[in-house]
C-alpha cells in the first residue's frame, strides 16, 4: 500500500465514524523541528506556507523528514493559486488547505487543482508523489487526495453552503482569527461568534463535509470538538518552543 493511500484512508476512515484528528501546525522552516512534530503522535501534520516561515524550498526537507514518521501532511498553500496547489501534491502532501475561500466558484477552482482531468485541471507530473503511492492512477489520487477549503470571512460565511454543495470540498477549515476580524467579534467567547462556529459545523455535518479549525490552545480545541469539529489543529511549533521556554525561564528564575 503506498503512504499517500494509507495516511489518505486513515484520515477518511476517522472521519466517517465521528472521530476527531489532531494536527500539529509547523510555522517553522526547519526539517528537524518538523520531524519531531511528526513523531509527537498527531493525526497530521501541516506545513503552513501562508503564515508560516517556510519557503518552497524548505517544504521539500520538511516533508521528506516528515515522511520518515509516516505522519500524513497538509499544506497550507499562500493563497488559492493553482500552481502552488500542484506542487504541493506532487512532492507528495496527502492534502491542501486553501486560504480565504469566499464563494463557491473559488472552491471549486480549489477543487480543480487537486485532480486529475477529466475531475479537475491538475497537471500530471508526480516528482515526488510517484515515490510514495507507487504511480497509482490518476482516477485512484482523485480519490484520495484531500482538498480543504478556508472559510474564514463574512463573505464566506454567507455563501457557505454553496461552497459546501462543491463536489470534490473534503473538509472546510475555520481560520478562527480572520472569521473573528471579518465578523467583527470582539473575542473568540463571544456568544455570536460561536453561534457561527456551531453553524459552520452544523451546516458541514448537513453536507456530509468534514468541519476542520485551528485551534489557538488545547482548550479550544476540546471546546470546539464538542462543537462537531473533526479535523482540528492544535496550537503551532513557534507556540509550543515559546510557551515551554517562558514556562522552564520562570521557573528556573
Not at 116 to 133: F, N, V
Not at 170 to 180: H, R, S, T
Request: charged share 15%; net charge negative; proline share 6%.
Amino acid at each position: 500500500m503506498s503512504l499517500i493511500r494509507e495516511n489518505a484512508d486513515r484520515l477518511r476512515e476517522s472521519w466517517s465514524v465521528g472521530q476527531p484528528t489532531f494536527g500539529g501546525w509547523c510555522s517553522i522552516p526547519d526539517s528537524f523541528a518538523a520531524e519531531v512534530m511528526g513523531h509527537v503522535g498527531f493525526d497530521w501534520v501541516c506545513i503552513d506556507l501562508q503564515h508560516g516561515l517556510a519557503s518552497s524550498g524548505a517544504m521539500v526537507s520538511m516533508m521528506q523528514a516528515l515522511t520518515t514518521t509516516r505522519t500524513p501532511t497538509f499544506i497550507r498553500v499562500p493563497w488559492n493559486e493553482p500552481a502552488m496547489i500542484m506542487r504541493s501534491l506532487d512532492l507528495g502532501a496527502v492534502g491542501v488547505i486553501v486560504p480565504m475561500v469566499n464563494d463557491a466558484a473559488a472552491a471549486a477552482e480549489a477543487v480543480a487543482a487537486c485532480r486529475y482531468a477529466p475531475e479537475g485541471t491538475r497537471s500530471y507530473g508526480p516528482t515526488r508523489a510517484g515515490l510514495l503511492d507507487g504511480a497509482a492512477p490518476t482516477g485512484e489520487i482523485n480519490r484520495l487526495i484531500i482538498c480543504a477549503v478556508m472559510v474564514e470571512t463574512q463573505a464566506g460565511l454567507d455563501a457557505l453552503d454553496e461552497i459546501l454543495a462543491v463536489p470534490g470540498v473534503d473538509v472546510v477549515f475555520v481560520g478562527p482569527a480572520d472569521l473573528k476580524v471579518s465578523t467583527g467579534a470582539p473575542s473568540m467567547d463571544d456568544p455570536g461568534y460561536l453561534q457561527n462556529l456551531a453553524h459552520i459545523a452544523t451546516a458541514c455535518r448537513r453536507h456530509s463535509v468534514v468541519a476542520g479549525i485551528f485551534c489557538p490552545t488545547a482548550e479550544q480545541a476540546v471546546a470546539w470538538r464538542e462543537l462537531g469539529y473533526l479535523m482540528m489543529a492544535v496550537s503551532s511549533d513557534a507556540r509550543f518552543l515559546r510557551d515551554a521556554a517562558t514556562s522552564a525561564l520562570a521557573a528556573a528564575r
